[in-house]
């Protein structure tokens, strides 16, 4: 059991490195599907058998939500706007990289003082959910194509959705659900803006979105 | 009875700013409320403070109000009546000027809200020495403030005047939050900011003194907070002016001495920074004042002066009381509070008589006006008295109070000492006060020669006449209490030693204030047998020219053939030979074309005097925040990217950090 | 007797100062090897001037003839200050050289204003000079007072001088003599005598207190004149009170000494006006600064 | 029913959305306003303070946040039925550029404006941080659509920024929430009174975590620096309406968010922790405020730093706490109140002037004087100048500092409003008095109207307000304040 949660831990934290070193659009929403696949399995494993029967139906919600509906709507944003790249990112691919083994380093730092006693089962999963989460803001950071930054937001999501899913065992569940809603919600209505966007400005290089300034 | 006096006379002015508002943006009908309810409010007011200083007691009103740490909590003490009287007397005559002054506005300016503002002016300045609550206080200086920046603002087309709007707020909100800091810490633990309940925190007497000295400071205009004065005050209309100089920068004299009360016993210093900071002002004040063209400017300049000779009087009392010297506390306040009075008069009647030259010319620039006596006699002569009385002159009102300051600085040091003693203190004051009552006397015999005497030195002041009755009534009335009170100081004295009673406290101050009755009899002796001395000589002149031949003739020209009227000595030239010997302090601006060629077709030489510590001293420091300020904006360059850089930075490092 | 010699001191003053004048030109004479003008020859001027008519500029107006009649009634109330030696002047009271000083300021603005009334480029500069002059030589006068006060721990004119002898300044004391110096100073500015100004000058660019009253004639002009000996006098009694403190404690011989004194002045003055060149105009400050200073010296010394 | 105040608005929305006659669609709004103020005041005159169950319920803070935001959007809306009836389908003329632009359908305005109401009525009365957390990123979602009101390329670009950074902070938070289950070792729910009277048990070193957490992605909300970047940019850009109901009713909803987790905080006996960041993120947005508004040169992003600067003084007078706490509270009404009327005003201005330029409007007090005279009525307002209600809360906030013997906070605090006020004024000031400086052609026909109704009676109904709460609050209402300041919960 611990060993299963350790791998789609391992999985999660692989996952984010791809992100990070990706620089084609298609690939980096496919990745987020794997995530959500991990989200989902880990969510089970950390709880004891015989699974209650709604923390199946949330995992299965995650998966739903996280690695159909939402990968979905991205790609159907891809087409629309026509970007299937990245431009020129602000950070290249291989120093994001580097950025994130300077992160996940620091979001083991981090967790020393915290201690839990929840989730014992695995000393990786907080570093992996933060690491998980900076990752996203990582991306928002590093990249200027808009629909890349959306799907950023998804990635922090998820890494926050971790702490969650650690959590989940307990915690109402409803909560849980409410926040996969405003997820999900969330990101469609930036897949409006973006599409809007793309209209207004026959592109989604946030360059052009850098005139509001003082 | 007292009290009810009072609250009448707040009614009073309220009611008439309120009906102003509606009597008509443009209509006589406005400045006739104006001014009747302001002189109403004035009699009533002036009724209440006079009874409690003859009586010398005290009269309050404590009404619960629902505001926090708030109370309507007034009263009326000696020190509050005697500046109660001396600003319903300036306004009170403003308004009467301001009913003609005004005139020329109508139909083109929103009188209506000028007299509402005018009304408030004085209601919000009288609220500010009745109040004993903190908000109230505050409330009604930033009223105050509020009443007189829109006056300011009165002709707010001109660039200038909203410039001098601008910096007179900054200056007043400056003020004001000192005072907020001051007021609370005086507060401390209390539920009420009550002035009865003030307590002084344990080792907060410093910053307190020194929270009152800027906040009331930069309303009262010492250096080098005066900077918004020259700029403000002559951008108002004239008797909005007056009041201005007369009286509103008085109530910052008044806060000063009620905080320096509630705080408790004075230490040595804050005599010694009163008293240098008096000196200062007195002396870059009237050096400022005679480097100015405009003569609204100048005076706004003497008001700097004066308040440094008033300030310079409380640095005594503050001395003598550290020092347990009653003699010199008494003959210091005495000397400071009537210097308050008597500037008030004669600096409301010069601000009047500018009035009545710009009505009447068209121009405030002094090198553009002369020969005004002939075309405005009775203008001419009420500020000749004016300007011999603001150079301390006898037997005029200036030189009563500046002498209780001399007497109390010479009484000092003739007790001798050593270096560092309070002689030393007295000696500054006596230098200071010799030193400024030169410089004035030159700066007054510029203004007065420049502009009435000799010629026209312009169509403008060609055309000049006289102004309307109700200017000239508040101009005379002023002028003849000017010479009042310099020929009967000792009934002066009268009205501030109750002050000085409640303020020092002690007996020895009805000794030394029989002690200066009796000496000002004796000025008033002199003052009277001057004139009659004079009157004598007249009557010998007259009487031996009456027997001769009397022609007139063109002025003695020296041999020159053809003088015309801009070859005069102007204003600027007559006093840059005194400009020349403080340049080291003042740093003037020559501007010169010299004549080149054989042919010369054109030179010039124009001089001009910025004030130094706004060049020097405030505009670094606007520069330096604004520059700050310019480079922070960068941190909002537009990219979302780096916003959300931010906000993942912040989190890194408050968790690495915080997180323990 | 005091008082009596009080008013003899007075009476004497006000006859015998247009001498002083007399003396200063017949030094001057002297040593220029002329046989000069007669000692009372301003008696005789002051009277020839009574007996004109008058002239007046167009220009002018009320002010140019009050201030010939104001100045010389400042001059006199002062005079009744002004105490002879040890013995005091007529009116005394704390802080009466205060009212002295501003006396003469009176003067000293009527004077000016009277000058600016005509118009006249020349007399306006002529003002500037004089106010300009006056605003350190009058900072030097109190301090000066201030320097004798403290040593006198008295604070009116008369009780300073009768103080002089008897209290801790020491006649040849340095102090004394830094303010005998500045007060001479003081005169010599404040009564437009060389090396500050040249009466006897004959181009007004360069002249003071004699371009103020170019457009005087006349009575006034003998006021101004008449009034111009009495504050010669003033000053000169001032400073024979320092440099002379002999105090006999009998009233009358303290007079007379002290118009022996004052008379010794006039010579005094004669001879440095015969000795000196006018200074330049703008070293004329820089002259009353040192005054300025040394007497701040004195009053450094005596506070030590 | 305390969650009829939520439904009843968002019912109302919906609606909006499928309704065709655009009488009856702003009827809606008028009517969700009405109502919604209503039920706000019943619950605040019910004597006992409702709760039902766990989720929901009212307590004293809530109420006061809902009783801002309900006055606010009744003005609001008011303006805004007047403000659709004259530019809303018309091809609008931009006033930056002079391009076209139409705006986004009404219903779809009017829909988000009611949702936007009924999410905020729904941060107030939620019990739960999870509920609090959904409540405040619904508010972000349905305000989006209401900033780019005015369909242009700018407008966009501020929704986009407001959308992706506040997404990240309310990810943030959400983070914060799941930390402070793990203070709980998981087992406690995220419910506020269980959290506050089960405070001692848990984890201080999780609960620390969590407050941080909380405290930068509610701070994203509510625009504390350095997060505050989306504010400018969403308040510049949107219809001034908009522009009020986000300044002076969301930011309040993040602030309560903060509010809840510090009492969270105060209960563990972590006070001091989180009241000594809120402190400094406090002075911190001040001071950022201050910088950004020397010298701005669009008095609508003016407004928006001055909002950073007041968010910053609500959290500077939280984190002291005691009578400061109470200032805070005083402040959230005062600060709504008069950036509201502010946002208003400036909604007039720009309509006239057709600039949000300082430079481009002079002499404001003459062209349109109602406004001129509330543009420098508000200025001194906001900068705490008396009469007006922000003196007397800025006040007690100084009284709050001082009498905890925080003497550099508060001199500090001093200066950050001294140099706001000079900056202000420097903008203000040459905008409401004097004469234009340089020829813009703008539309003539906009100038010498009267002002409409529905911009002077909001605008000075709420000036009425704020000067008669600069100069009296009865002791019940004093009482009121010091209530909802108290770190107990509230009840």
Redesign the interface.
Same mark, same amino acid.
């Given at each position: 059991m611990s060993i299963w949660t350790n791998i789609f831990i391992l999985g999660l934290v692989l996952t984010d490195f791809r992100l990070l070193a990706t620089s084609r659009l298609a690939t980096v929403i496919q990745t987020t599907v794997f995530q959500a696949f991990a989200l989902s399995a880990f969510m089970l494993t950390m709880a004891d058998r015989p699974w209650p029967p709604l923390l199946i139906f949330l995992a299965l919600l995650t998966l739903m939500v996280k690695g159909l509906v939402l990968p979905w709507l991205l790609r159907r944003a891809m087409r629309e706007t026509g970007a299937q790249r990245e431009i020129e990112p602000i950070v290249g691919y291989s120093a994001s990289v580097l950025v994130g083994i300077v992160l996940l380093g620091l979001s083991f730092l981090i967790f020393i003082p915290l201690k839990t006693s929840v989730s014992q089962e695995s000393a990786f999963l907080l570093p992996a959910a933060l690491f998980t989460t900076l990752t996203g803001l990582m991306i928002i950071i590093s990249r200027k194509n808009a629909l890349t930054q959306v799907v950023g937001y998804l990635v922090m999501e998820n890494g926050v959705y971790a702490f969650g899913a650690a959590l989940a065992v307990e915690e109402p569940l409803l909560v849980e659900m409410g926040v996969l809603l405003d997820v999900f919600v969330a990101v469609f209505v930036m897949g409006i803006t973006v599409y809007q966007i793309s209209r207004e400005f026959d592109n989604i290089d946030t360059d052009r979105l850098s005139e509001l300034k003082d | 009875m007292i009290m009810d006096l009072m609250l009448a006379s707040l009614a009073v002015l309220l009611f008439g700013s309120a009906v102003c508002v509606f009597a008509g943006g443009s209509g006589k009908s406005a400045s006739l409320m104006g001014a009747i309810t302001s002189v109403t409010g004035a009699i009533l007011a002036m009724g209440a403070a006079g009874t409690i200083l003859w009586t010398g007691k005290e009269s309050s009103l404590h009404v619960p109000w629902q505001v926090p740490f708030g109370s309507f909590y007034i009263a009326v003490d000696p020190l509050s009546a005697f500046f109660i009287i001396t600003i319903s007397l300036v306004c009170a005559l403003a308004a009467i000027y301001g009913t003609a002054y005004m005139d020329i506005y109508r139909g083109k300016k929103n009188l209506g809200a000028a007299w509402c503002f005018f009304n408030l002016l004085f209601a919000s300045m009288l609220l500010v020495v009745l109040s004993r609550n903190g908000i109230l206080f505050l409330i009604a200086w930033e009223g105050m403030s509020l009443s007189s920046f829109f006056l300011v603002m009165f002709e707010h087309e001109k660039a200038e005047v909203r410039e001098a709007g601008w910096v007179y707020l900054i200056a007043a909100h400056v003020g004001q939050a000192c005072l907020m800091f001051l007021f609370i810490l005086l507060g401390g633990q209390n539920a009420s900011l009550d002035f009865d309940k003030f307590t002084t925190p344990v080792g907060a007497a410093a910053a307190l003194f020194i929270l009152a000295l800027a906040g009331f400071g930069a309303k009262a205009g010492f250096v080098p907070m005066h900077v918004w004065l020259p700029d403000a005050h002559p951008a108002a209309p004239s008797h909005v002016s007056a009041v201005m100089s007369g009286v509103m920068i008085k109530t910052g004299i008044y806060g000063l001495v009620r905080i320096v009360l509630l705080i408790g016993a004075p230490a040595q210093w804050w005599g010694w920074t009163l008293l240098i900071i008096g000196a200062v002002s007195g002396i870059m004040g009237v050096l400022f004042a005679l480097a100015q063209h405009d003569i609204k400017r100048l005076l706004a300049y003497h008001s700097v002066e004066n308040i440094g000779i008033i300030c310079m009087g409380l640095g005594l009392w503050l001395l003598g009381v550290s020092i347990n010297n009653p003699v010199l506390a008494t003959l210091g306040l005495m000397g400071g509070l009537l210097h308050v009075l008597n500037h008030a008069l004669f600096k409301s009647l010069l601000f009047f008589g500018a009035g009545s030259v710009a009505h009447a010319s068209g121009t405030r620039n002094m090198d553009l006006l002369g020969g005004l006596l002939k075309r405005m006699p009775q203008t001419s002569l009420t500020f000749a008295i004016g300007a011999a009385a603001i150079c301390g002159l006898p037997p005029l009102n200036g030189f009563i109070s500046e002498f209780l300051i001399y007497l109390g600085a010479f009484g000092i040091v003739a007790k001798a000492g050593t270096l560092g003693s309070p002689a030393v203190g007295g000696l500054i004051a006596m230098a200071s006060l010799g030193l400024i009552g030169g410089l004035a006397a030159a700066c007054f015999a510029k203004v007065f020669g420049i502009v009435f005497l000799g010629e026209p030195r312009s169509e403008n002041s060609a055309r000049a006449h006289e102004v309307p009755r109700p200017m000239l009534f508040a101009m005379t009335t002023l002028a003849a209490l000017c010479i009042i009170i310099g020929l009967a100081g000792p009934l002066a004295i009268k009205l501030v030693t109750p002050v000085a009673r409640q303020l020092i406290g002690d007996a020895n101050v009805s000794e030394t204030s029989a002690m200066a009755c009796g000496i000002l009899w004796k000025i008033s002796l002199a003052g009277g047998v001057l004139i009659i001395i004079a009157g004598v000589f007249w009557g010998l002149r007259s009487i031996l020219l009456a027997r001769r031949v009397n022609s007139t003739g063109p002025t003695w020209d020296c041999g020159y053939l053809a003088p015309n009227n801009r070859m005069q000595y102007t204003a600027s030239s007559f006093a840059w030979p005194v400009i020349g010997m403080f340049q080291w302090l003042v740093r003037p601006k020559l501007n010169v074309r010299f004549t080149k060629g054989l042919f010369p077709q054109h030179a010039e030489i124009s001089s001009h005097t910025d004030d130094i510590f706004r060049r020097n001293l405030f505009a670094p420091i606007f520069k330096l925040i604004s520059e700050l300020a310019q480079r922070i904006h960068r941190l909002q360059e537009g990219r979302n990217q780096l916003y959300v850089l931010y906000i993942a930075i912040t989190i890194l490092i408050l968790l690495l950090v915080k997180v323990r | 007797m005091t008082i009596l010699s009080s008013i003899i001191h007075l009476f004497l003053t006000l006859i015998l100062s247009p001498l002083l004048i007399g003396i200063i030109n017949r030094t001057k004479a002297l040593f220029a090897g002329r046989k000069g003008q007669p000692l009372l020859q301003p008696y005789y001027d002051l009277i020839k001037l009574? &007996? &004109?008519?008058?002239? !007046?500029?167009?220009?002018?107006?009320w002010?140019f003839?009050?201030g010939p009649?104001?100045g010389?009634?400042?001059v006199?109330?002062s005079i009744?200050i002004v105490p002879s030696g040890g013995v005091g002047g007529l009116?005394s %009271?704390?802080?009466?050289f205060? %009212?002295m /000083? !501003?006396?003469l300021?009176?003067t000293? %603005?009527v004077t000016?204003?009277a /000058?600016?009334?005509?118009?006249?480029? %020349?007399?306006?500069?002529g003002?500037?000079?004089e106010?300009?002059f =006056?605003?350190?030589a009058?900072?030097v006068?109190?301090?000066g007072l =201030?320097v004798l /006060?403290?040593g006198?721990?008295?604070?009116s004119l008369s009780g300073i001088y009768a103080g002089l002898w008897t209290k801790s300044i020491s006649p040849l004391g340095p102090v004394s003599v830094i303010v005998a110096f500045a007060f001479l100073t003081v005169l010599l500015t404040e009564n437009a005598r060389i090396p500050v100004d040249d009466p006897n000058t004959h181009l007004?660019l360069t002249m003071i207190h004699e371009v103020m009253v170019?457009?005087h004639g006349?009575?006034?002009l003998a006021?101004i004149q008449y009034g111009a000996s009495l504050k010669l006098w003033l000053f000169s009694a001032l400073l024979v009170g320092i440099a002379i403190p002999l105090r006999t404690g009998l009233p009358l011989v303290d007079v007379i000494v002290n118009i022996i004194g004052i008379l010794a002045i006039a010579v005094l003055v004669g001879i440095i006006e015969s000795c000196m060149a006018r200074l330049k105009l703008l070293h004329v400050?820089q002259m009353l600064v040192v005054a300025l200073s040394v007497t701040v010296a004195a009053?450094?010394w005596?506070?030590? | 029913m305390l969650i009829s105040i939520v439904l009843i608005p968002l019912a109302l929305g919906l609606l909006a959305l499928v309704i065709h006659s655009k009488g009856i669609r702003r009827g809606l709004l008028i009517i969700g306003a009405i109502s919604h103020s209503i039920m706000t005041a019943v619950q605040a005159l019910q004597k006992t303070h409702t709760t039902a169950g766990i989720w929901i319920g009212l307590d004293t803070t809530g109420l006061l946040f809902l009783s801002i935001t309900s006055a606010l959007f009744l003005a609001v809306a008011i303006y805004t039925v007047g403000y659709l009836g004259r530019d809303s389908d018309r091809k609008v003329m931009d006033s930056v550029e002079g391009f076209l632009f139409r705006n986004e359908p009404e219903a779809v305005f009017i829909a988000c404006l009611l949702l936007f109401l009924s999410s905020m009525s729904m941060v107030c009365i939620s019990r739960d941080m999870g509920l609090l957390w959904v409540a405040v990123e619904a508010t972000t979602l349905v305000s989006a659509p209401l900033i780019s009101f005015h369909s242009h390329h700018r407008s966009l670009e501020a929704r986009w920024k407001y959308l992706l950074i506040c997404s990240v902070g309310i990810a943030v938070a959400l983070l914060g929430n799941y930390f402070m289950a793990f203070a709980g070792h998981g087992k406690t729910h995220l419910n506020l009174d269980n959290l506050i009277t089960g405070a001692a048990s848990l984890d201080q070193a999780w609960l620390k975590a969590a407050f941080l957490m909380l405290l930068v992605g509610y701070g994203t909300k509510m625009g504390m620096a350095p997060m505050h970047t989306w504010l400018p940019d969403a308040h510049s850009e949107s219809p001034s309406m908009v522009s009020a109901l986000l300044s002076g009713a969301l930011l309040n909803c993040a602030f309560l968010g903060i509010f809840r987790a510090h009492s969270v905080l105060s209960a563990a006996g972590l006070g001091s922790f989180s009241g000594e960041l809120l402190v400094f993120f406090g002075m911190f947005s001040m001071a950022i405020a201050a910088a950004f508004m020397i010298r701005q040169s669009d008095y609508k992003r003016m407004l928006a730093y001055s909002s950073i600067e007041h968010m910053g003084i609500m959290a500077l007078g939280l984190g002291i706490g005691g009578l400061a706490g109470t200032g805070a509270m005083l402040h959230a009404v005062n600060h709504s109140l008069t950036k509201g009327m502010l946002f208003l005003v400036s909604g007039q201005i720009l309509f006239t002037y057709g600039s949000k330029k300082t430079d481009d409007v002079r002499n404001v007090i003459k062209t349109t004087p109602l406004a001129g005279i509330l543009w420098l009525f508000g200025f001194l307002a906001i900068t705490g100048a008396p009469p007006f209600s922000p003196f007397l809360s800025e006040i007690t906030i100084l009284k709050g500092m001082l009498q905890s013997g925080r003497w550099f906070v508060a001199a500090g605090y001093l200066v950050v409003l001294g140099v706001i006020f000079i900056a202000m004024a420097r903008i203000v000031i040459p905008m409401v008095f004097g004469l234009p400086e340089k020829e813009k052609p703008f539309d003539p026909s906009h100038i010498n109207q009267r002002e409409p109704i529905w911009f002077a009676g909001p605008a000075m109904a709420l000036a009425a307000v704020i000067l008669v709460m600069g100069l009296y609050i009865p002791g019940f209402v004093w009482n009121f304040f010091g209530k909802a300041a108290a770190m107990t919960g509230g009840f």
């Open positions: - | - | 009574m &007996k &004109k008519g008058s002239v !007046y500029s167009t220009t002018s107006t002010v003839r009050l009649v104001m010389l009634s400042a006199m109330i009744l009116l %009271f704390s802080g009466d205060v %009212f /000083a !501003y006396a300021g009176l000293r %603005f000016v204003i /000058a600016m009334d005509t118009g006249s480029p %020349f007399e306006g500069m003002a500037s000079r106010v300009q =006056a605003i350190i009058e900072v006068l109190l301090l =201030a /006060a403290i006198t721990h008295e604070i007004e170019l457009d006349g009575v006034d006021f400050p009053l450094l005596i506070l030590r | -």
